[in-house]
């Protein structure tokens, strides 16, 4: 079972988003519900991809216990017992997380510890990635002598804008900017770490932030195949895009077919859907040790 849209009789709609669907529960906590759609150059499709809701929500739920000494979060948990009547938890459950409400950060925090995407794309054009100057020569899907921190501005609508150090700075302060990169390289590194024990390889990933009780807290989803870039350790060769476990068999089959990336979307043939399925389960399986991902397709 799919599940492309949500309407929870007992709660206050507050948003629809590329993925997600948000629903206030009282004045200071919200249920975010991950819904099936695929959003992939800043469009979103017609066809839902089965389960992939639920990878997100348990596979960031994992990570965010996996992560907590690193600093605040905004989980408080999966279980839905009380909120929702019952007719509408069963197609809910696993999908759905408990969160305290955050006044967010309007800043996507971008790591990235390999050449690729658009970062791949800009340093072809001018030998840097959002004002790091990095050495010549590099191919596509190298990794880079560092770890580098390339925010970006977060869009309601469109496509988000890339921003330097000092960009981020004139948005949101130098105080806060120092704080946004530290704690998104330091999750970064946590989360490449883990990944190496299960042989994939983090090339990239953004977090997102926001103020609760005067505290910065990690929130939305955290190193799921949607925000993050996942290769296979055992099949990785510089010099071309490696084999993933993320949205980027998606992006790879539309370039194929020439879209531009304007709407309307193409049709995702049925292989495709079902072979990004596979991927994200695959993902989830192997970062959680196996962990049961409750209430699937099958």
């Not at 599940?3 to 709609?13: C, D, F």
């Not at 206030?24 to 017609?46: E, K, Y």
């Amino acid at each position: 079972m799919t599940l492309r849209s949500t309407s929870i009789s007992a709660l206050p709609l507050i948003g629809r988003g590329k993925v997600r669907d948000t629903y206030a529960l009282g004045d200071d906590q919200l249920l975010l519900v991950a819904t099936d759609r695929l959003s992939a150059f800043d469009v979103i499709f017609d066809e839902p991809i089965p389960d992939k809701g639920r990878v997100l929500t348990q596979l960031s739920a994992w990570w965010l216990a996996h992560l907590a000494g690193l600093g605040p979060t905004h989980y408080l948990g999966l279980d839905l017992d009380g909120l929702l009547p019952e007719a509408e938890r069963a197609e809910l459950d696993g999908r759905s997380m408990v969160v305290r409400r955050a006044e967010r950060i309007d800043a996507e925090c971008v790591v990235r510890g390999y050449l690729a995407g658009s970062g791949w794309a800009e340093y072809r054009r001018n030998g840097e990635v959002a004002g790091h100057h990095l050495p010549t020569g590099l191919r596509e899907a190298d990794a880079l002598p560092e770890p580098i921190f390339t925010p970006s501005t977060k869009a309601e609508v469109g496509h988000d804008a890339n921003l330097t150090r000092d960009g981020l700075v004139e948005l949101v302060g130098p105080d806060l900017a120092t704080d946004l990169e530290s704690r998104s390289l330091a999750l970064y590194r946590a989360g490449a770490a883990r990944a190496a024990e299960v042989g994939l390889i983090l090339a990239d990933t953004k977090f997102e932030f926001g103020w609760i009780d005067g505290q910065l807290a990690l929130i939305d989803e955290v190193l799921t195949p949607d925000s993050s870039r996942f290769w296979l350790a055992d099949s990785y060769q510089p010099g071309s895009s490696p084999p993933s476990l993320d949205k980027q068999f998606v992006r790879d089959f539309l370039d194929a077919a020439g879209w531009d990336h304007e709407p309307p979307p193409p049709s995702l043939p049925d292989d495709v859907v079902a072979g990004t399925r596979d991927r994200y389960l695959a993902a989830h399986r192997l970062l959680t040790d196996g962990a049961p991902l409750r209430g699937t397709a099958g």
